[in-house]
């Protein structure tokens, strides 16, 4: 007994050594900024001169500022409409590819292109594409006799815009996940199912569905804390504009923080967009609740 | 957390394209990279007794700029041997500046965005500069009072002037004549006219634009023209007025009667798809920085500048910005910074020679009575325009008002979403509000 007890100390030690780096890192890098920001979220820090104890002021100035709550609204409808999409078009397209046949991962490396390219660049592209007179969109519109709108200057338009040039550049990777999730459920569940005579809508309703919970629960929390975080897609193609529309709360944190020097109200934003991430996660654990836990 | 790196990096591509577009780029050979641009980053100042002192400055201009920057520190190292200035590229100047001026190694001389001059003053990290002044005996009449304002706080003066633009009327001569407008505008009414002649379109396909209306921004130059200023002395709105009232009802006369322009037009058109320069707009409000750009068309584009057309009432006005050089608090040699300061915007060969080699105007009055001024048909609109421009109110919170609560709701006036009163009314309360809660915290 001893020699085995003394085993699996001198394993646990093996263990700790191995995950010191990265723990470290993540302490120095991850948890002491968080706690900082905590700390600077009641105080008016501002970098270079205060740093006073402001007790509430920061929550409370965050309570009545309209404009921080627009941009909650508008990433929160921008979340409603992009994760189901994300998902919906992700795992189509992860089932169309999920094929052993010739010339099917030169669809699979075309689909995942778009997230290899850099944000900011891909949206520089989308900005000619998109343009009302000039722009590709417009063009092949116009050939079927519709004037396009200015995509990216018209309120109706301009979040719709930000919506499908994400997605563009999402999906890939989600589809990739997806695949390998497909490929996961055990062929033995749809031979049974088409011996008992279930049709393919129901196979994917009761196997292949219910097979990819822990698939789409990674998939819908990962895009639900993208999406929360929208900045650098909508920076570029609307800077916040037209009207505000576009505008998102790490567009403002960021502004306050490093534009206006009042670091101690940004971290106050910054923590309630954290807890509303924390909120939409927990909801979407709920719905995607499985029988077998996942977390 | 990740999510910051890519803050970090949309904030420096968006100061390089900053940097890009009020650089310019002279085509002109006369920029010297030496090997001082290859030499490392910065070593901080040693102080040893017969070696010079050396000085970092520090600024955010790249390519073109960088070499212009470059030119003038050889020039400097050169025409003294006791200090040996050193410029360090900061892509993300602001940023870094921010924690060097708590944590040490903050530079000797910074290249400075005026506007942030009522942001960062009262926060003590910039040294004032009145004491230098007065000893030299340098005049502040000799400087632009507006720009010299922009770098004041509480009376005390934190920078001196390096560049000064503002924004005037460009038009294409081309189309002005086809169109059979003989002159260019000189008051809203001109323009006006000129704007619907010009103007072509091909169905519902805007192929010409009369004049530019792509920048809500430009409001507060509107504004002046109708007689009217953004604040009040006391740091409040002043446009939910019969002036403000007098712009939005010119915008929407230009937009949705006229049609002149078309929401969007010029969205994501980089510099080799301009539409001023493809000859898709005919007139449209620009800076002298644009003025190189033009100039590489050649024949192809046969254009002219004027000075901004007088509102209704004859009033004029245009936006006055532009960079100055400002000395950190946190600077071990500021007399030495100082006397580089001073050799390059308070003196007129040299300040004549930055501008001829970043085709910039200068802060400093004297450089401009020279013939590469006065003489030039690109220039003379300018420095007409300069001497009406006012620069945007200095309050802290000014730009995040403009940019918060002016703009979004003029850009929903403008599509029709609602009618001025409410505009100006909203933008008043939204503005006040954001001016309040971003006023100066001492």
Known sequence: MASISKLNRHQARTAYMFITPTILLFVIFTVVPVVMAFYFSFTNYDVVKNRDWVNFDNYKRLLHDDLYWTTFKNVAYYTVIFVPLNILISLGIAMLLNFRRFGVRLFRTMNYMPTLTSAVAAATVWVWLLHPEYGLVNTLLGYIGITGPAWLAQTETAMLSIILVTLWQSIGSNMIIYIAGLQGVPDYLYESAKLDGANALQRFRYITWPQLRPTTFLVSTMSIIGALQLFDQAFVLTQGGPGNVTKTPVYLIYQQGFNQLQMGYASAQAFILALAILIFSIVNMRVNKSEESVV | ?442
Not at chain 2, 64 to 75: I, P, R, S, Y
Request: aromatic share 12%; glycine share 10%; proline share 5%.
């Open chain 2, 1 to 442: 957390m990740k999510k910051w790196i890519s803050l970090m990096a949309i904030a420096s591509i968006s100061t390089a394209a900053l940097a890009g577009c009020s650089g310019g780029s002279s085509g002109k050979g006369n920029a010297s990279p030496s090997s001082t641009a290859a030499s490392s980053a910065s070593e901080s100042s040693g102080k040893s007794s017969g070696k010079p002192v050396e000085l970092t400055f520090w600024g955010d201009w790249s390519g073109e700029g960088q070499k212009q920057f470059e030119t003038m520190v050889d020039a400097f190292n050169k025409s003294q041997d006791r200090i040996k200035v050193k410029y360090v590229l900061q892509q993300d100047m602001i940023t870094k500046f921010l924690t060097a001026a708590t944590s040490g190694g903050s530079p000797d001389i910074l290249f400075w965005d005026r506007w942030r001059t009522s942001l960062y003053a009262p926060k003590n990290v910039l040294h004032p500069l009145d004491d230098y002044l007065a000893k030299d005996g340098i005049s502040k009449d000799d400087f632009y009072g507006e720009a010299l304002k922009e770098l004041t706080y509480k009376d005390q003066l934190y920078g001196l002037p390096l560049t000064v633009d503002a924004r005037a009327l460009f038009y294409n001569k081309k189309l002005l004549a086809d169109a059979g407008v003989a002159n260019p505008p000189t008051n809203w009414q001109e323009l006006e006219d000129a704007a619907i002649k010009t103007t072509k379109w091909n169905g519902s396909k805007l192929q010409v634009a009369g004049f530019s209306l792509g920048d809500a921004g430009l409001f507060n130059m509107y504004l002046q023209q109708a007689g009217g200023t953004m604040l009040t002395d006391d740091g409040k709105t002043n446009f939910n007025n019969d002036k403000g009232k007098a712009v939005l009802d010119y915008w929407d006369r230009l937009l949705n009667q006229d049609k002149v322009y078309k929401i969007g037009f010029e969205q994501g058109l980089g510099e080799s798809t301009d539409a001023f320069a493809t000859g898709k707009l005919a007139m449209t409000y620009n800076g002298p920085w644009m003025l190189t750009t033009y100039k590489k068309y050649g024949k192809d584009l046969d254009f002219g500048v004027v000075p901004p057309p007088a509102g209704p009432n004859g009033d004029k006005g245009s936006v006055m910005g532009g960079f100055g050089l400002v000395i950190p608090e946190g600077s071990k040699h500021q007399q030495e910074a100082w006397e580089f300061v001073k050799w390059w915007t308070a003196n007129k060969d040299n300040a004549l020679l930055w501008a001829k080699t970043s085709l910039n105007i200068p802060g400093f009055k004297p450089a401009i009575e020279d013939p590469f001024f006065q003489d030039d048909p690109f220039w003379k609109p300018f420095l007409e325009t300069l001497e009406i421009a006012k620069i945007r109110p200095t309050h802290p919170g000014y730009s995040v008002m403009e940019g918060d609560a002016l703009v979004p709701n003029v850009q929903l006036f403008q599509q029709g979403k609602q009618s001025a009163e409410d505009t100006l009314k909203k933008a008043q309360q939204q503005g006040d509000k954001l001016l309040q809660d971003n006023a100066v915290v001492e």
